[in-house]
């Protein structure tokens, strides 16, 4: 974690992106170096006879069609920075049409009951407020370039993942997703500001910034309590978020359902689209000690999905007893990204012993919009088989 932070804090010199477009392109491998790989690592499955004859294959691919498709990818890397980026994200994510949600997605637990933390009912509220305040604090400093370059030795890493932690979401087609990233740097423009609360199958919204300042824990103590009420006292929501859990094929389709039956629909989607990151308010309690993150490792990554908006490339979970986790959409960026950014929020939770050490003043900020889809029965049907399948897969993962 103090290596986290260091690398976090300590760039007052070097902008976070300034050497984004110098980098080295990636070179296309010569033919018989891959070639080579290949024949060590499928080695130790073939006996003698099998390993002559997939040897005898790879010369004649060597010597025939392997020549034309490798001048192929030279060909392809004259005029990409990148030549397998593009096919890597559409084989590997994009193309998939299963359930990307059970099957994709990542996440884990937050470390905070190993200190200030432990799970105690009550909490889920305070410490959310205090979490999303340090995560809104590195989209600060990562909008103002002051997050470090990373480094592999004295060479310059790609940082381009780091714009994908926030204001990105995978949108679902019928034959290939594609990814929105709305995340901008304070010299490239406007940001989107706002965050997006589900709970209990209800979605709202709040701006993350108010008259050009952050909003505070109390700030937003005060958001999440009004949110938390209404739904506590109220009835449930149809619970649309679910919907992200289904395959991708039949998300598409009902997503383009949805814009139909009321184009109002398609501004709400495109407004959790473009949010900075996604809150869950999950009613769950999971056992969790320091030795044992087993239950809230599972309820993180296969919980309630009427308040997971499985598409986010960040969803950030707080449980009833404060407990919490995180849950992505792994398409837009790799595991060292986010724990990047979580390691930071857990440095400057620590430092502050958990708490909120500043003022408590509360300004007059305007409250939560509810985000209200309009639907009709079949998309109230779709969501109970969608949550009913969701459920099944789960139950099928947890024998297994």
Known sequence: VCIMEKQVVESSVERTFQYQDSLPSLPVPPLDESLSKYLDA????????????????????????????????????????????????NVAYLDLRIATQI??????????????????????????????????NFWDLLRA?????????????????????????????????????????ATEGECPSHLVVLCRGRVFAFDAMHEG?????????????????????????????ALTSNERTKWAELREYLIDLDPKNLTLLEKIQRSLFVVCLDDSSPHATPEDYSEVTRLG????????????????????????????????????????????????????????KGSDKVRDIPWPEELVFTVDQKIINE???????YYKKVEFLAAA
């Open 42 to 89: 499928v080695k130790p499955f073939l006996n003698q006879e099998e390993y002559q004859r997939t040897e005898d294959i790879v010369k004649k691919f060597e010597n025939g069609i392997g020549k034309e498709l490798h001048q192929k990818l030279l060909e392809r890397a004259k005029t990409r920075r990148n030549w397998l980026e593009d096919w890597w994200l």
């Open 103 to 136: 099957h994709c997605n990542m996440g884990g637990p937050g470390p905070y009951i190993e200190h200030c933390w432990p799970p105690k009912d009550g909490t889920q509220i305070e410490r959310a407020c205090i979490n999303i305040w340090h995560t809104l």
């Open 145 to 185: 370039e002051k997050v470090a370059i990373e480094r592999s030795r004295d060479d310059v890493l790609d940082m381009s993942q780091f714009r994908m932690l926030f204001c990105t979401c995978r949108i679902p087609g019928v034959t290939r997703d594609s990814i929105g990233g709305y995340f901008k740097t």
């Open 213 to 241: 300042s952050m909003v505070t824990p109390p700030e937003i103590f005060r958001q999440l309590t009004y949110i938390q009420k209404r739904c506590h006292s109220e009835p449930d929501g149809p619970g649309v978020p």
């Open 301 to 356: 990554l296969t919980g309630d999905p009427t308040v997971r908006w499985g598409d986010k490339s960040y969803n950030s979970i707080f449980f009833s007893n404060g407990t919490c986790s995180a849950f992505c959409d792994h398409s837009p960026f790799d595991a060292m990204a986010l724990i990047t950014m979580l390691a930071y929020a857990e440095k400057k939770t620590l430092e502050n012993e958990g708490k909120w």
């Open 383 to 389: 969501i109970g088989c969608t949550k009913e399948l």
